[in-house]
């Protein structure tokens, strides 16, 4: 079946340090891929998504590659700011059927 | 622009007590969709919509109705509020498609004492 399996946190940095999240999926086929942010007292939003593999996804400085031969999209960006802080979740949707599947999320605060 | 429009934001209700969350969106997408968010287990699919008049079961289904009356509109209903369903609930929407991505409502945080 359809997972996903993404870093647990929470994740503590400090402003401009480098982040890393890491997620792993299990899916038959060439599932998408979707970042989504969910910041404090909000709903998710897309942060950015991958379709195929080999493609890479950006978004406000965030980046993510869909790697076939790792089943892994992690999300990393070179420089975070405090506005980062937020709980970050990865998701796949399969070639059939109408569901997403999300990770559990990762907390992340950046500290001035 | 209003997307994805969840009411109430928060409620808390008695056990056995029922309650209709009410989701609309204005963005005349097909597919509609309920999530309930607890802490460690991401988000998980309660109920789901392709048009109106069809509605699908998810994951974690029991103690919750749906229905789809419109495109717009798609309310969740607890039939009996049970502590266990104190939660985050989330509506999505998106267009079909195979690559379209689900956009969320600001939830309803629900506590059942």
Redesign the interface.
């Known amino acids: 079946g359809n997972s996903v399996t993404q870093m647990e946190g929470p994740v503590t940095l400090s402003e401009e340090a480098f982040l890393t999240i890491n997620c792993t999926y299990t899916a038959t086929g060439y599932p998408s891929l979707f970042w989504y942010v969910q910041y404090p007292g909000e709903g998710l939003q897309l942060l950015l998504k991958a379709t195929k593999a080999d493609d890479k996804g950006s978004n406000k400085g965030f980046e993510a590659t869909y790697r076939k031969e790792t089943t892994s999209f992690h999300l990393e960006k070179g420089s975070v700011q405090v506005s980062d802080s937020a709980v970050y979740f990865c998701a796949l949707r399969g070639i059939t059927g109408n569901q997403f599947y999300f990770g559990t999320g990762t907390s992340l605060t950046v500290i001035p | 622009n209003a997307g ?1 429009t ?1 009411t109430p934001k928060f409620q808390v209700l008695k056990t056995g007590q029922s309650m209709t969350l009410q989701c609309a969106q204005d963005m005349n997408h097909e ?1 509609m ?1 309920w ?1 309930r968010q607890d802490p ?6 309660i109920h ?1 919509s ?1 048009g109106a008049g069809i509605t ?1 079961q ?2 974690v289904p029991n103690g919750y109705n749906v229905s789809r009356s419109t495109t717009e509109d798609f309310p969740l209903r607890l039939l009996s509020a049970a502590p266990s369903q104190t939660s985050v609930y ?1 509506c ?1 929407s998106r267009k079909q498609g ?2 379209t ?7 309803t945080r629900l506590t059942v004492v």
């Open positions: 994805v969840q597919y969709s999530y460690g287990m991401g988000l998980r699919l789901y392709v699908d998810g994951e989330f999505a195979v690559i991505e689900a956009f969320f409502g600001q939830g």
